[in-house]
């Protein structure tokens, strides 16, 4: 029985997608660590069904899925997240690397998105999934997405402008 | 969209984070371990559809039962009294009938959903395709009344279910 998927395939998959994978987990915990664990076990799980780098929706919906299970699974951490995410939206701001002040400038105002528009951004930007993909992942129609992400560049635009 | 094309340019050339090689070899050990049908850790559980929260439903009908059962011990006592004091003749039979005096009668069962919650695509046992898994928090109440008397007597209980709703794929 073919159970064992060759190591390039897996590999390739693994290497292309997992730095925007971890930074669409860290949406939901504060360490990269704790990221990399959910994407560890949501990228195993996926590879294990699918066999195949197709179908990136699921692989996403796969990382969101374990990511707010595990927020609900440790109900005290959950409650420090929940705390964490009223008091602000930029507690888990997605991590880049920075070539000068405007890029922190503009990584930080992605930061500062509420959730809802963040996450459709970093999954078109950085994922570049499409709109219907996004739909899938969220669970809304790809209208809803492709209006979450106007108000988001609009947002990140009417905030950029005090630091050009 | 045009508006955007400048600052899309500029998100693009922010980069994410390298992830570690450590990251890597996790998975590579991950994925060369035999798959662990359900571990204590895995955090999409695999419920069937339509499955509720026995704890919940054990504990409603428990407390439902107990209280139908005290309801007939009280409607039996005075049955009870008047047999003793008959003593000279054979007492009249009872005659259990649907109907019969003191019973209690199923007159309603209501569900109220007050939480209903998606909690996105998760992967079920043997299924290939992903399921959406919906999570409905419901409160049961069943009731029950004396037709001579009017007494009725209602038992309510939380209860969870959840369903997994078929997906199509894209």
């Known amino acids: 029985m073919e159970n064992v998927v060759t190591h390039e395939d897996w590999k390739a998959c693994f290497c292309q997608h997992a730095p925007g994978l971890v930074l669409f987990a860290r949406q939901w915990v504060r360490t990269p660590a704790d990221a990399e664990d959910i994407v560890q076990e949501a990228f195993v799980r996926f590879w294990r069904k699918q066999r195949s780098p197709e179908n990136r929706a699921l692989l996403f919906a796969t990382v969101r899925s374990i990511a707010l299970d595990l927020l609900r699974r440790d109900s005290r951490r959950a409650r420090r997240e929940a705390d964490a995410f009223l008091e602000t939206e930029q507690t888990a701001a997605p991590s880049f690397d920075f070539d000068n002040g405007s890029q922190r400038a503009l990584a930080d105002a992605v930061g500062r998105l509420p959730r809802e528009q963040r996450e459709v951004v970093v999954m078109k930007i950085w994922n570049e999934l499409t709109f219907a993909d996004i739909g899938t992942v969220l669970g809304i129609s790809q209208n809803t997405a492709a209006s979450r992400y106007r108000y988001a560049l609009s947002a990140l635009k009417r905030n950029l402008v005090p630091h050009e | ?170």
Not at chain 2, 33 to 51: D, N, Q, Y
Not at chain 2, 121 to 137: A, H, K, Q, S
């Open chain 2, 1 to 170: 969209m045009n508006d955007f094309s400048e600052l899309e340019a500029e998100l693009r050339k922010l980069r994410p984070i390298a992830i570690s090689d450590e990251l890597t070899a996790r998975v590579e050990r991950a994925l060369a371990e035999p798959p662990i049908s359900s571990t204590p850790t895995s955090a999409v559980s695999r419920r069937k559809p339509g499955s509720i929260d026995w704890r919940f439903l054990g504990f409603g009908l428990a407390a439902a039962a107990a209280l139908m059962l005290l309801a007939k011990v009280g409607n039996d006592r005075p049955a009870s009294n008047q047999e003793t004091v008959a003593t000279l003749t054979p007492p009249p039979a009872r005659v259990i009938t649907p109907a019969s005096p003191g019973k209690f009668i199923p007159t309603g069962v209501t569900q109220v959903v007050y939480h209903a919650r998606d909690e996105g695509l998760v992967f079920t046992d043997g299924v290939e395709n992903p399921v959406r898994r919906l999570r409905y928090r419901k409160r049961e109440t069943m009731q029950w009344q004396q037709p001579e008397t009017g007494a009725s007597l209602r038992v309510s209980y939380p209860s969870e279910e959840v369903v997994l709703m078929p997906v199509s794929g894209q």
